[in-house]
């Protein structure tokens, strides 16, 4: 079975820890797809993975992508309550010739 | 570039009512899809296009929804009859290709009473 999925699906956490958040997905991709969305607004991507072991980062985000392993990771460094929204990992499947979104994980930085 | 533009932002309608929600993409962008997104089951692919063409509509829940994209800068999704459960927040967006990354709009707010 096709499967995107990230955990935690929920992460509360307190303003200046660390935590990471995962994504896994069951098949073949070269390529993965980090977004962000507020609440009550639209998507907005924040990184764009392209080979294995591509790393990206902005600010206290960094993504990293392990083709191999069908893993990426979102890792949230002393975060800030700015950082409070909910963020999607997306990655296209070639063999079903589709655009396959994880159940998105929502964060709440607790100031 | 505009940005994939979304008409209109809210829409409240009657059980029964024929809605129709629009989107411009990105100028070049081959690829449009249109998204459904509720609090009960996230967000959910209804069809996309390639160059105008719907390529797979295996997530448009029943026959009352149907989408067009009669050229390269409109697309519609029409629910006809709309229904309470119809109400979602229903989403546009466009790509280059189908791996690339997807821009999407600001969405449309379906209130269906």
């Known amino acids: 079975e096709l499967k995107v999925e990230q955990n935690p699906l929920f992460l509360s956490m307190q303003e200046g820890k660390n935590y990471t958040i995962y994504c896994n997905y069951s098949?073949?991709?070269?390529?993965l797809y980090w977004y962000r969305q507020d609440p009550g607004k639209s998507l907005e991507s924040l990184f764009v993975l392209l080979s294995n072991g591509a790393v990206k980062q902005e600010g206290r985000l960094m993504a990293s992508l392990d083709t191999k392993a069908r893993l990426s990771t979102l890792h949230i460094t002393a975060a800030v309550h700015d950082l409070s929204a909910t963020y999607f990992c997306?990655?296209?499947?070639?063999?079903?010739?589709?655009?396959?979104f994880g159940s998105g994980t929502k964060l709440n930085v607790k100031p | 570039d505009a940005g994939v533009i979304q008409s209109p932002r809210h829409e409240v309608t009657e059980m029964g009512q024929e809605v129709t929600l629009r989107c411009k993409p990105i100028s070049g962008h081959d690829y449009l899809f249109w998204y459904r997104q509720t609090m009960m089951r996230g967000l959910e692919l209804l069809i996309y296009f390639n160059n105008n063409v719907p390529i797979d509509d295996s997530g448009m829940p029943e026959d009352r929804f149907s989408a067009k994209m009669p050229n390269a800068s409109f697309s519609t999704l029409k629910i006809q009859p709309s229904e309470p459960r119809d109400s979602a927040v229903y989403f546009c967006?466009?790509?280059?290709?189908?791996?690339?990354?997807?821009?999407f709009g600001p969405g449309t707010r379906l209130t269906v009473t």
């Open positions: 967006a466009s790509s280059l290709a189908l791996n690339y990354e997807q821009y």
């Open positions: 098949t073949t991709s070269d390529r």
């Open positions: 997306a990655v296209p499947i070639y063999n079903f010739n589709k655009f396959y």
